[in-house]
């Protein structure tokens, strides 16, 4: 049976009729050599490729950078900010210590201890006192005008003012 089988092979091979040849019907300026290269799809079940804006993406692009950019300079402007508060902060300590250095004391005050800065009824001459604005009783010879707290550094901290 398997020699049947070779030798109905061998028939069909020999056969010398011409072989038909099949005709493509597809213009051949239809067909693409490689279909998976094109920028679009080729199939009628493809993906939808749309082409790129440029102009648009490239104005998203800008939006974000320009919104970055803002939220950079946003975060340096509070830095500023901090700075020039703390700025003015030490530049207050230097002129209520000036005013101390300047102020009546007949006492040395020492570091890490609360004082008072008082005005004189005259307004020109200040006093420096151990004793607080609400233990001096009814009458007060002095005006208040801050509470301090003298510092490591030989600055005066203001704990509580009236300025």
Do not use: C
Request: aromatic content about 6%; overall charge neutral; cysteine-free.
């Amino acid at each position: 049976m398997a020699e049947e089988l070779k030798k109905k092979r061998r028939d069909i091979t020999d056969d010398k009729e011409p072989k038909l040849s099949t005709k493509n019907p597809i213009d051949k300026d239809k067909i693409a050599e490689n279909p998976h290269m094109l920028p679009y799809a080729h199939t009628v079940g493809g993906v939808v490729i749309r082409p790129m804006d440029r102009g648009r993406t490239k104005g998203l692009a800008v939006q974000a950078m320009y919104e970055q950019a803002d939220g950079q300079m946003d975060q340096i402007r509070e830095q500023i900010e901090l700075l020039a508060a703390q700025a003015k902060k030490i530049q207050d300590r230097v002129a209520i210590s000036e005013d101390i250095y300047l102020a009546e004391m007949n006492f040395k005050p020492l570091i890490g201890h609360t004082y008072h800065l008082y005005t004189k009824a005259d307004e020109t001459t200040k006093v420096l006192s151990m004793v607080g604005p609400y233990q001096w009783g009814r009458k007060k010879p002095y005006t208040f005008i801050a509470t301090v707290k003298l510092l490591a550094d030989h600055t005066w901290e203001v704990m509580e003012s009236d300025l």
